[in-house]
T-cell receptor, first 112, second 113 residues
Framework: KQEVTQIPAALSVPEGENLVLNCSFTDSAIYNLQWFRQDPGKGLTSLLLIQSSQREQTSGRLNASLDKSSGRSTLYIAASQPGDSATYLCAVSPPGYQKVTFGTGTKLQVIP | NAGVTQTPKFRILKIGQSMTLQCTQDMNHNYMYWYRQDPGMGLKLIYYSVGAGITDKGEVPNGYNVSRSTTEDFPLRLELAAPSQTSVYFC????????????FGEGSRLTVL
């Protein structure tokens, strides 16, 4: 059974700092890994999707990496802003089997 | 550019009542999912579907039923509502394969009193 872990559960940083969020998974047989953002009381917004054949994806100030062999993904946020404050979740999709497994998220607070 | 649409956004039920949460997507995705999210907790899969006419149980299916008569629609039925079903419910859809990006609806907040 796939298990996805995100540590730390919460993180507080000053504005302007670069930061890294971590996602670990136990089964390396995945189709892709997706990072989401969730604002309080809102739905999940997709940030980046990394296919199993890729090493990283970039969108603006966000960069996500994937190391299947070690079962790890990181989400790098450059020059953090108060508007980045949210909960960030990662999710893995295995091949030939459509149940997506989510981590429990990292709650990020960027202090002005 | 609707994506995944859920209705209603909010609902209060009395114990023992039944209701249906509606979910529709306009992206022609085969795969659809229902999750629940309790305060401070992660997402738990209730039911999923890999295509019209095909559904299967997730982690927490008890007290719920689904149907998938069309590609677009995947309603979630709550029978005999209980306080333990108070939660936020999310519907999601995606294509299959390694490029399949998961898209979520905005959620339905349900309270059972």
């Amino acid at each position: 059974k796939q298990e996805v872990t995100q540590i730390p559960a919460a993180l507080s940083v000053p504005e302007g700092e670069n930061l890294v969020l971590n996602c670990s998974f136990t089964d390396s047989a995945i189709y892709n890994l997706q990072w989401f953002r969730q604002d309080p009381g809102k739905g999940l917004t997709s940030l980046l999707l990394i296919q199993s054949s890729q090493r990283e994806q970039t969108s603006g100030r966000l960069n996500a990496s994937l190391d299947k062999s070690s079962g790890r993904s990181t989400l790098y946020i450059a020059a953090s802003q108060p508007g980045d404050s949210a909960t960030y979740l990662c999710a893995v999709s295995p091949p030939g089997y459509q149940k997506v497994t989510f981590g429990t998220g990292t709650k990020l607070q960027v202090i002005p | 550019n609707a994506g995944v649409t859920q209705t209603p956004k909010f609902r209060i039920l009395k114990i023992g009542q039944s209701m249906t949460l509606q979910c529709t997507q306009d992206m022609n995705h085969n795969y659809m999912y229902w999750y629940r999210q309790d305060p401070g907790m992660g997402l738990k899969l209730i039911y999923y579907s890999v295509g019209a006419g095909i559904t299967d149980k997730g982690e927490v299916p008890n007290g719920y039923n689904v149907s998938r008569s069309t590609t677009e629609d995947f309603p979630l039925r709550l029978e005999l509502a209980a306080p333990s079903q108070t939660s936020v419910y999310f519907c999601a859809s995606k294509e299959g394969g390694p490029t399949g990006e998961l898209f979520f609806g905005e959620g339905s907040r349900l309270t059972v009193l």
